[in-house]
């Protein structure tokens, strides 16, 4: 039916019932806005009311939403309120670390059932194929229960064809067709983008938000969803911020950019300056054999417990990393950031009210509206629940993000 806008008449947005645009806009404002009602739904959407009856009835049908059994009195018919099924499907991610798999488990909510960390063996592959079936055994799930299984890891990655081109022992591996033996859809991905989709997802974030998120381990990734989908560029390698130039004629990055900003902010790079301090890196007690990731941590809890110079060494590091969150939230007039990786699991207050600070006084559009900053409430696994979450829009809502279809024979 068509609607007057100021005495013009405009044709209501229509699309098919079926169609993937459609099913994905009403799956999210049911999981940003339940319970919800279909009339509700009419009204957010612009589709009319026998599309969105088509599409409510399709989700009941394939277990994706459920009615809750409230109703909600409007002087006429009762409106039965609609809420996703927590229980209608399972996504697994698996985050690729330096030394460990992280490999969660979610509900179709966001909310974490499981999660296992391994140590990193030589057969990477057999690994992964091992700990899936650990975890998902586990946890007693039938198979067809769960969506598909995302393997995540630092970019560049090769998304169309599956493939990671720079993690020790999977470079230029085929891992859809290397694990397809799973018998469950397979995705690959970056660990940023991974991360972007879970905090947009686990949080109930509305597709109204311009919501951008800042990843940090053994480098520093970022992504932004608009309109529920993530911002993917060409190759599905957008958001690499960590590769923007903060230090004019700087250090040589292995990108082919000198002064990049992981160079200078990254967990890595602030314990090998942490180890050239004299009497520092002793004195914490990190080891010379100690991984980067263990070496930071302690890092981080003695500039949160009040040592001057690691303090010194993360408050630039929170410094650096502002100047990357300001120019993200410039290019994309963000309204939501979320810091989310391991490197901000122990100082990562520190670094919010670094970028708070920064884009409260320097953001374009602050006397428009602000930018809120806020922490992962997991930032360890953030990239792993982000894999989950990967599987899951692409299996309820699909039109967002890459398509999950049936692992090839």
């Known amino acids: 039916m068509p609607v007057k806008v100021e005495g013009v008449t405009l044709a209501r947005r229509e699309s098919a019932a079926a169609g993937p645009g ?3 806009l009403v799956v999210d404002l049911i999981r940003s806005s339940g319970p919800i009602s279909r009339v509700e739904l009419v009204k957010a959407t612009g589709l009319t009311q026998p599309t969105i009856s088509n599409i409510v009835r399709r989700l009941l049908d394939d277990g994706v939403v459920r009615e809750t059994g409230d109703t909600v009195a409007t002087g006429g018919k009762p409106r039965t309120m609609l809420v996703i099924n927590s229980r209608s499907a399972y996504g697994v991610g698996i985050r690729v670390g330096a030394d460990a798999l992280t490999c969660v488990v979610t509900d179709t909510r966001g909310g974490t059932i499981g999660r296992e960390l391994v140590a990193v063996s030589d057969d990477l592959v057999a690994q992964l194929a091992a700990l899936y079936h650990h975890v998902t055994a586990g946890l007693g799930l039938a198979p067809q229960s769960v969506a598909g299984l995302a393997v995540v890891a630092p970019g560049p990655v ?4 599956g493939r990671f081109l720079a993690v020790p022992g999977l470079e230029e591996l085929d891992l859809r067709r290397e694990l397809s033996a799973l018998g469950v859809p397979v995705l690959v991905d970056s660990d940023a983008a991974a991360a972007s989709v879970g905090e947009f997802w686990g949080r109930q974030v509305s597709r109204d938000r311009t919501f951008g998120c800042l990843y940090m381990n053994s480098g520093i990734g970022s992504g932004v969803v608009l309109d529920g989908s993530l911002q993917r560029g060409a190759s599905s390698n957008a958001g690499e911020i960590g590769h923007v130039s903060v230090v004019r004629d700087g250090a040589l990055c292995r990108c082919g950019n000198r002064g990049c900003l992981e160079l200078y902010a990254a967990p890595a790079a602030l314990v090998a300056r942490a180890r050239t301090i004299p009497g520092l890196a002793d004195r914490l007690g990190v080891r010379p054999d100690d991984p980067y990731p263990r070496a930071f941590d302690v890092l981080a809890r003695a500039a949160v417990y009040g040592d001057d110079q690691a303090r010194a060494l993360i408050d630039e590091s929170a410094s650096l990393l502002a100047d990357g969150a300001l120019t993200l939230a410039n290019l994309w ?34 006397h428009v509206h602000p930018v809120q900053v806020d922490l992962s409430s997991n930032p360890r696994d953030s990239a792993a629940i ?19 279809a049936a692992p090839q024979d």
Do not use: C, K, N
């Open 386 to 404: 982000g894999g989950a979450a990967l599987v899951l829009q692409g299996s309820v809502a699909p039109g967002h993000g890459p398509q999950v």
């Open 22 to 24: 459609s099913r994905a």
């Open 333 to 366: 007039d963000l309204d939501t950031l979320v810091l989310a990786g391991p490197g901000f699991a122990v100082a990562g207050s520190r670094y919010v009210s670094e970028i708070r600070r920064r884009l409260g006084e320097s953001a374009f559009s602050r």
């Open 158 to 161: 090769d998304v169309a064809r």
